[in-house]
């Protein structure tokens, strides 16, 4: 009852967890927010910038989707990045294209554009020399890769950091569709790995049904939950996950590069730090919890064979439905209705996430 209520409580948003955690095990001493304006003494203050929210992206009535596709400058991931766009990216749909075309249908005549989905692989390009995490005055893109490289398909771009999973790209992402989304009216921005096979036609079905456009898409997150114990956080797992263009800003400007260091997992954890990331946030967030709706297929993705197999035999049979929260990962006894028991081993498969 006390872990549903916490799970409760983190979707919320704002809520404070400088308390002790009870666990049958043992107490879980949490850390307070370094984001010391968000007590309850200082909380209107810190709200009055939140009272009159704009809401970010298109409009229109036409709910737009930024698709950012983590890869990098190394062979392997050019070969995937081929057989990427051979598949999903190689449809025959106009609503689906590469972000520039994207850019060049909105600068020509918004009312008429008719792509709703830009994609763009996100490769970070800064030399040794840059930081994991944008946080300076330099550019937030550069034009080619460190050595030179450039972008032949016109469906890269290339992020001034150094290259990294962990430790700064995916906030550097997000800081970068924020900017995007403004100036191109971008409603959501959807962050996904490469070894990620995405069903197109269920995502368009997806954001026609549940993703509304500006100015009802505040505040909003989502995909496959998952669960971290150490922060009493949900979170949306890292293979794909999304949220609107107003969080991406806060997530990518409001939230300094300390700020996101402060915050995260001791063992820093992509996914799981993002979530922590978002439900800093001073105001509720609204969760979209897609394990029941699963769009795309992860596991076994991984090399060319299995990938595009998958594509060719495996996508008639989604969406995915998995359970709405992890609870045999998250806490096997549970599972077996042995309850938390002191001494008991417990093997999990995400228990870096959990102690």
């Known amino acids: 009852m006390s872990a549903l209520l916490l799970v409760g409580l983190a979707m919320l948003g704002g809520f404070d967890f400088a308390v002790r955690r009870r666990s049958a095990d043992k107490p879980v001493p949490m850390k307070p927010s370094p984001l010391t304006d968000r007590q309850l003494n200082d909380m209107q203050a810190h709200l009055k910038a939140y009272q009159n929210e704009t809401p970010l992206g298109n409009g229109s009535g036409k709910t737009s989707v930024l698709l950012g596709i983590f890869s990098s400058n190394i062979k392997k991931y050019k070969l995937k990045r081929k057989f990427i766009r051979d598949t999903y990216l190689g449809i ?14 909105m600068e020509a005549n918004p009312l008429t554009a008719v792509c709703q989905v830009p994609y763009t692989f996100i490769i970070a390009a800064g030399g040794s020399d840059r930081p994991f995490d944008h946080d300076d005055s330099e550019p937030l893109t550069v034009p080619t890769y460190v050595d030179g490289t450039v972008d032949p398909e016109d469906d890269c771009t290339f992020l001034n950091i150094r290259e990294n999973m962990e430790d700064g790209k995916s906030a550097t992402f997000f800081k970068f569709g924020a900017a995007i989304g403004i100036q191109h009216s971008i409603d959501y921005i959807v962050k996904l790995d490469d070894d990620t096979l995405l069903s197109p036609e269920l995502l368009l079905q997806f954001i026609e049904d549940d993703l509304p456009p500006a100015p009802y898409n505040r505040r909003i997150y989502g995909g496959r939950g998952w669960m971290t114990r150490s922060k009493s956080n949900l979170f949306a797992a890292g293979q794909f996950y999304f ?26 954890t992509e996914d799981a730090d993002m979530g922590v990331f978002v439900f800093s946030h001073p105001r509720p967030i609204k969760f979209i919890n897609m ?16 990938f595009r197999n998958a594509w060719e035999t495996r996508m008639s049979v989604m969406p995915i439905y998995e359970h709405i929260l992890p609870w045999n990962d998250f806490c096997i006894p549970w599972s077996a209705n042995r309850g938390l028991r002191k001494n008991v081993a417990i093997n999990l498969q995400y228990s870096y996430l959990l102690v």
């Open 92 to 105: 025959d749909e106009p609503r689906l294209c590469k972000l520039s075309e994207y850019i060049r249908q």
């Open 243 to 268: 949220m609107s263009t107003d969080l991406a800003h806060y997530v990518g400007n409001v939230l300094t590069a300390a700020d996101r260091k402060a915050l995260s997992h001791s063992r820093k």
């Open 291 to 306: 394990g029941m709706l699963q769009i795309w297929r992860h596991y076994g993705m991984k090399d060319e064979v299995a």
